[in-house]
């Protein structure tokens, strides 16, 4: 069965990629996963914070940003944690995994001043990774900034770093856009190499014994692959960039799904920290049933079967489904 699959150029052998999470903290955990059959390993992110607390320009634009950054996330490390691991041990280990594996391995870096996202896309490409994830995390809790300006800041982003980097340059994207595949379409057009639909967000919750805001993060379900699944769809074969899906894989019908709708390649995180990476090799071993049940030969004849310009119906997509939902469809009729 031919598993290879082709992300930002990049020739993997197979289309599941670790997503960036604590699995890549150590030389170890990233061996485990090559060993495991990830195709390639998107490493935990590189916050500026880590870096730059004492910068002033850093300061003030943390002041003035705060709870808006990733660092309200619980699944994010916080700040003393942060302080731990600083960038040269990140691209030490970066260094390292590269030479210690050989599947490509992607840096991940969530930046806050221009500055920053240039100075560490460049140290993540000179320490050898193969490829740069910009975790653009961002939550414009100002009541004063518009869409318009919340899309500049990513356009402003993903140029300052293509601009000083030759490796391919993937933005990670949150789903609250109003135009999402105009959005991405514009990204593609700026250069995006490739583009991860979707990151989770933060999205608290209320603890009414304390009174207190519950930051803990989403366990994930396979539900959630709905929103995604959804703009891969109607992205695939529309844009340049490749696609990558994020978000709600538990099972292989997930990875299936992903890769009908047009995904280059699916990306794990959750599953993998509750089962370990050797989930990794459940994953591949049903993908490979499915299709040979079905008399596939590789799993390019399937990516994309299912997306909005393939279906014999688009509309499906759109406004008719959503009616169907309701159960309206055929009520109201008069006979
Ligand atoms: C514990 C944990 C840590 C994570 N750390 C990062 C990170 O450093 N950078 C990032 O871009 N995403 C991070 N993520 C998000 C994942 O990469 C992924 O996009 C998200 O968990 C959805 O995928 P999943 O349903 O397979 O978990 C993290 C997720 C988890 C669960």
């Known amino acids: ?6 992300y930002m150029g990049l020739n993997l052998k197979n289309p599941i990629v670790v ?7 150590s030389l170890d955990g990233i061996k485990t996963l090559e060993d495991s059959g990830a195709s390639a390993v998107v490493m935990y992110s590189l916050f500026e914070e880590q870096i730059r607390r004492e910068n002033e320009a850093f300061d003030s634009l943390m002041e003035s940003a705060s709870g808006h950054f990733s660092e309200s996330s619980d699944f994010f490390p916080q700040m003393d944690e942060l302080e731990d691991k600083g960038p040269e041990q990140y691209l030490n ?8 594996t050989d599947i490509p391995i ?12 240039i100075d560490y896309a460049k140290q993540i490409q000179q320490a050898g990774a193969s490829a740069l994830e910009l975790n653009i995390y961002y939550i414009p809790t100002d009541i004063n900034k518009t869409g318009i300006e919340v899309e500049q800041r990513y356009f402003d982003i993903l140029q300052a770093v293509k601009s000083s980097v030759s490796i391919p340059v993937a933005i990670k994207l949150s789903p609250f856009f109003s135009a999402t595949a105009n959005f991405a379409k514009r990204l593609d057009d700026a250069g995006a190499d490739g583009l991860v639909l979707f990151n989770r967000f933060f999205q608290p919750d209320f603890n009414l014994d304390t009174l207190q805001i519950d ?5 994930g379900s396979a539900e959630e692959i709905r929103v995604p699944l959804l703009w891969i769809a109607v992205l695939h074969d529309q844009i340049k960039a490749s696609l990558a899906a994020s978000r709600g894989v538990q099972t292989s019908t997930e990875v299936i799904k992903y890769l009908l709708a047009g995904a280059n390649v699916v990306m794990v995180a959750s599953a993998l920290m509750k089962h370990g990476p050797q989930y990794i090799q459940v994953l591949l071993d049903e993908l ?25 119906n688009p509309d499906e997509f759109e406004r008719v489904n959503y009616i169907k939902a309701l159960g309206r469809a055929g009520r109201g009729k008069r006979n």
């Open 1 to 6: 069965m031919d598993l290879s699959s082709k």
């Open 19 to 25: 997503s960036s999470c604590p699995l890549s903290e």
């Open 93 to 100: 280990l970066l260094q390292k995994a590269v030479a210690a």
């Open 106 to 117: 992607i840096g991940s870096l969530n930046g806050v001043t221009n500055e920053g996202w």
């Open 215 to 219: 930051p803990r993060a989403h366990t």
């Open 288 to 312: 490979e049933q499915w299709l040979e049940a079905r008399d596939y030969a590789s799993v390019s004849e399937i990516r994309g079967k299912m997306s909005h310009k393939n279906v014999v």
